[in-house]
């Protein structure tokens, strides 16, 4: 119930075209979905992130999808570039009884974008 | 800009040495986390701490441990070190209080156990 599942595993798109990630929870304490992004030999980043009382949330290129009654949500990349390859980490987080919060992280999906 | 510092980059280690692996953090924040990142398995949570001298498990904890004794700092630990804690290992904090906090990633410990 703690897990958060993620696909595709990788995904290659042509440059201009559109990348989409989607992911899915069980638990419905589950209450803020970030995204983090990931270049090589980095550490993962926050890109944008959502609560479950809004539908969609828009930033730049990027826009998060979200379905609460199916508890999934999706990431879309529009106009993808070759700067946006990169591995893209979906995740669902619950507050927990102290200060801190519960974070699931999926697998994660390796995107490529070929010029 | 926050910043999460990994003193080491790049390690080997032998089966059965201990490994120590340092982490600093410069935004006060109250909860830090050490990570295991492997190829198709995402991240894995191995422990955290919400406070000095406080820690808990997270999902993977066997054959680790932790310690916290200042605020900005906090180490992993490897009594003795296996093959199959070749990996490489993220730290990251965050702040306390209200809910949905980023997560602020320094840039990974590669470690490979031979």
């Known amino acids: 119930q703690q897990q958060v599942k993620q696909s595709p595993q990788s995904l290659i798109v042509q440059k201009g075209g559109i990348s989409i990630i989607n992911c899915a929870y069980e638990?419905?304490?589950?209450?803020?979905f970030p995204w983090y992004q990931q270049f090589p030999g980095k550490g993962p980043a926050l890109l944008i992130a959502?609560?479950?009382?809004?539908s969609e949330k828009k930033e730049g290129r990027f826009t998060i999808s979200f379905n609460k009654s199916a508890k999934q949500f999706s990431l879309h990349i529009m106009d993808s570039q070759p700067g946006d390859s990169a591995t893209y980490f979906c995740?669902?987080?619950?507050?927990?009884?102290?200060?801190?919060?519960?974070?699931?992280f999926g697998p994660g999906t390796s995107l490529s974008v070929i010029p | 800009d926050v910043k999460v510092t990994q003193s080491s980059r790049y390690l080997v280690k032998r089966t059965g040495e201990k490994v120590f692996l340092e982490c600093v953090q410069d935004?006060?924040?109250?909860?830090m986390f050490w990570y295991r990142q492997d190829p198709g398995l995402g991240l894995r949570l191995i422990y955290f701490s919400y406070d000095v001298k406080m820690k808990e498990k997270g999902d993977i904890p066997e054959g680790y441990s932790v310690s916290r004794e200042k605020k900005e700092r906090f180490s992993l630990i490897l009594e003795s070190a296996s093959t199959n804690q070749t990996s490489m290992y993220l730290c990251?904090?965050?702040?306390?209080?209200?809910?949905?906090?980023?997560?602020?990633f320094g840039e990974g410990s590669w470690l490979t156990v031979v």
């Open positions: 995740a669902a987080s619950t507050r927990m009884k102290t200060s801190y919060d519960k974070v699931i």
């Open positions: 990251a904090s965050s702040l306390g209080g209200v809910g949905g906090n980023t997560i602020y």
């Open positions: 959502i609560r479950p009382d809004v």
């Open positions: 935004m006060d924040h109250e909860n």
């Open positions: 638990n419905t304490a589950f209450d803020y």
